[in-house]
């Protein structure tokens, strides 16, 4: 399956079935305290906050199972909390994205972990940590995995979300990969840091970021070089299929066991705050991978889909629609970047025309170019400018129409009947054309001998 793009991604998005899914982690209560600074404590050189409102979210590997949740995806969660009111808030939660609390172990040995961020105006002043550092028991670790083991035939993916606050023991890890690897389940990795690749043997993907990698390797990651040679060294470590090394700022590169490799650029966005977006991350690529998508498909959207989250303050689970929402008529500058961000593999293909009231044979015909199909639609200025006439369909309506038709990628609105600067721009790798428009002039066959573009001909 080729990576999809323009309306083919919504097309894809929208087949997204939202399987039976498992995440194993550490849950965790996310508290937002807000509140108004307006002097400085007489007892110390500190802020006083007035609390005016507080909120709760769900932190850890309890935000992944709801961002699988919220994709749609029928989601159990396995972790431990405490046996105390924030577990209460906690699991109801998670209830209310209906994810399955059923497998939680609720003990008094593990208190409910608390993360509380004081914030006043978007800005964080500090953060107050409620945990203990306890693993799971022998016995609970025992009743996990047996529970896990006679239900892994419901699953079509699993999520390890290790944050290293002792749910995800080494023995339980390798119990539930080498469960998912008998039974041709895929499992994802978000792993903890400082934990060595190799306690993650066997799983289908890691998602290291850039200081856990670095941390492995035991090298800085400033250059693709470093990335590729880092990458090289975690994915033999693990053994593991393919990694997803995120790199902030620099996007996320796709690294195959077999040295295949792809990178994601990142998505240009005003970030409010970066809390839960590899949890995003995780659970999007997880979703995808259960529904059967490849590791290039899940990549690219679980790289968007982290982007868009660190729009938001806090975690903040989504469904696609939010997450990959965007209107298709698009400028010929959005198209040349977004092929350029994304790395997509698909031959772009190209055809400007006037669309006005066009055959249904006409449509059929172009429908059957397989490809990332850019529409380049005449203006009414255009056409009156090159004819004499103002077509009988306006340029909204047109539009209106193509945007009903999936086979096309990209509708943009141009202002020349000469396709010339366009083909330039896009360097499209064929150009569709009326047979009844005959040879092309010298421009357009200069452009299009330029950019080395096939031309077909259409009735």
């Not at 159990?76 to 906690?90: K, N, S």
């Not at 290291?208 to 040679?229: C, F, V, Y």
């Not at 309506?397 to 096309?408: M, P, T």
Request: hydrophobic share 40%.
């Amino acid at each position: 399956m080729t990576t999809p793009t323009g309306r083919k991604l919504l097309t894809v998005l929208n087949r997204l079935t939202g399987q039976k899914v498992a995440v194993f982690g550490d849950i965790m209560l996310d508290q937002y305290t807000w509140g108004d600074v307006s002097r400085i404590s007489p007892e110390a050189p500190i802020p006083v906050v007035n609390v005016t409102q507080t909120e709760y979210r769900n932190g850890g590997a309890a935000s992944a199972a709801c961002n699988l949740a919220a994709l749609g995806c029928d989601t159990d969660l396995y972790g431990i909390a405490g046996t105390d009111p924030h577990a209460d808030t906690l699991t109801a939660g998670l209830q209310t994205y209906r994810v399955c609390t059923d497998q939680i172990l609720y003990r008094d040995y593990f208190p409910t972990i608390v993360k509380n961020r004081v914030l006043t105006h978007r800005q964080q002043l500090l953060r107050i940590d409620y945990e203990r550092s306890t693993e799971l028991t022998s016995k609970d670790e025992a009743d996990v995995i047996r529970a896990f083991e006679a239900k892994i035939s419901q699953y079509r993916a699993v999520l390890l979300s290790d944050y290293r606050k002792g749910f995800l023991t080494p023995g339980l890890t390798r119990a539930v990969i080498e469960i998912c690897r008998a039974h041709n389940v895929p499992v994802v990795v978000d792993p903890g840091r400082g934990v060595p690749p190799e306690t993650y043997a066997g799983a289908t993907a890691l998602k290291p970021n850039r200081s856990e990698a670095s941390h492995i390797t035991g090298k800085i990651i400033d250059s693709p070089d470093d990335a590729l040679e880092a990458a090289a060294k975690i994915v033999s470590l693990a053994n593991a299929d393919f990694i997803t090394l995120s790199l902030d700022k620099d996007g996320v590169l796709l690294y195959h066991k077999n040295g295949g490799h792809t990178f994601y650029s990142a998505q240009q966005h005003e970030v409010y705050d970066v809390t839960g977006a590899g949890d995003t991350f995780a659970a999007v690529l997880t979703a995808f991978l259960a529904d059967g998508f490849p590791a290039e498909v899940s990549s690219c959207l679980a790289n968007i889909a982290a982007g868009e989250s660190v729009t938001h303050m806090g975690r903040h689970p989504a469904g696609t629609q939010e997450y990959f929402s965007g209107n298709q008529d698009v400028s010929p500058e959005d198209i040349r970047d977004a092929r350029a961000h994304y790395r997509f593999p698909l031959p772009l293909v190209f055809i400007s025309d006037t669309f006005d009231n066009p055959s249904a044979g006409f449509i059929n015909a172009v429908s059957r170019f397989e490809g990332d199909l850019t529409v380049a639609v005449t203006t009414d200025e255009a056409i009156y400018r090159a004819s004499g006439a103002y077509p009988k369909i306006n340029q909204e309506l047109r539009l209106r129409l193509l945007s009903g038709f999936d086979f096309i990628s990209w509708l943009v609105l141009t202002d020349d009947a000469d396709p010339s600067g366009l083909i330039r721009m896009l360097r499209p790798d064929t150009v569709i054309m009326r047979q009844q428009s005959g040879a092309p002039g010298k421009e357009l066959a200069d452009a299009l001998n330029e950019v080395q573009a096939k031309v077909e001909y259409i009735d």
